[in-house]
T-cell receptor, first 116, second 114 residues
Framework: AQSVTQLDSHVSVSEGTPVLLRCNYS??????LFWYVQHPNKGLQLLLK??????LVKGINGFEAEFKKSETSFHLTKPSAHMSDAAEYFC??????????????FGTGTRLTIIP | EAQVTQNPRYLITVTGKKLTVTCSQN?????MSWYRQDPGLGLRQIYY???????DKGDVPEGYKVSRKEKRNFPLILESPSPNQTSLYFC?????????????FGPGTRLTVT
């Protein structure tokens, strides 16, 4: 079984300050982990992905995430928040079976608010 | 432009009136999937399809049907919609062997059943 837990349903930061969105995962297999972003009234866009290569993953718009197996975490960070970062963020764990089925499990989401 | 399209984007209907939400992708992806998004629950998979004529249930399939007669299309059918199916629906596609699990999402369909 696999699951993800996003530890904060809502995070508020001031513009120009660091962003930290927390995600813990549980997986019986070596996981692939993703962060997706959803801007208001938009679809989901891939932010970054970890697929067992480098543990520090860089994504779009200055975001990055670090895979820590010992802590079963995949937290998303950004050094300096911008107003355009206001959105909902989803941590996703993916297992691809031998039969090719992609089983995605989504976290419940973290809404990021940027204070001017 | 590579994309996943859904129609309609917004739909208000009444209980019991059959409806279909279409989904089409132009990336020649084998894998397609439907999700529903509800507040506080994230996205939950309804059905998925690994290729033409191959479909299977996801986590919340009750009340839904799908078909995959062509590679590019994966319609979601609600034979008798009920108010608890009011939700935001997303279609997604991917190429499992090349994409490493990355899925491309459509813009969403907001469905209200009264």
């Amino acid at each position: 079984a696999q699951s993800v837990t996003q530890l904060d349903s809502h995070v508020s930061v001031s513009e120009g300050t660091p962003v930290l969105l927390r995600c813990n995962y549980s997986s019986s297999y070596s996981p692939s982990l993703f962060w997706y972003v959803q801007h208001p009234n938009k679809g989901l866009q891939l932010l970054l992905k970890y697929t067992s290569a480098a543990t520090l993953v860089k994504g779009i718009n200055g975001f990055e995430a670090e895979f820590k197996k010992s802590e079963t975490s995949f937290h998303l960070t950004k050094p300096s928040a911008h107003m355009s970062d206001a959105a909902e963020y989803f941590c996703v764990v993916i297992i691809i079976s031998n039969f090719g089925n992609e089983k995605l499990t989504f976290g419940t989401g973290t809404r990021l608010t940027i204070i001017p | 432009e590579a994309q996943v399209t859904q129609n309609p984007r917004y739909l208000i209907t009444v209980t019991g009136k059959k409806l279909t939400v279409t989904c089409s992708q132009n990336m020649n992806h084998e894998y397609m999937s439907w999700y529903r998004q509800d507040p506080g629950l994230g996205l939950r998979q309804i059905y998925y399809s690994m290729n033409v004529e191959v479909t299977d249930k996801g986590d919340v399939p009750e009340g839904y049907k799908v078909s995959r007669k062509e590679k590019r299309n994966f319609p979601l059918i609600l034979e008798s919609p009920s108010p608890n199916q009011t939700s935001l629906y997303f279609c997604a596609s991917s190429h499992p062997r090349r994409g490493g699990g990355e899925q491309y999402f459509g813009p969403g369909t907001r469905l209200t059943v009264t």
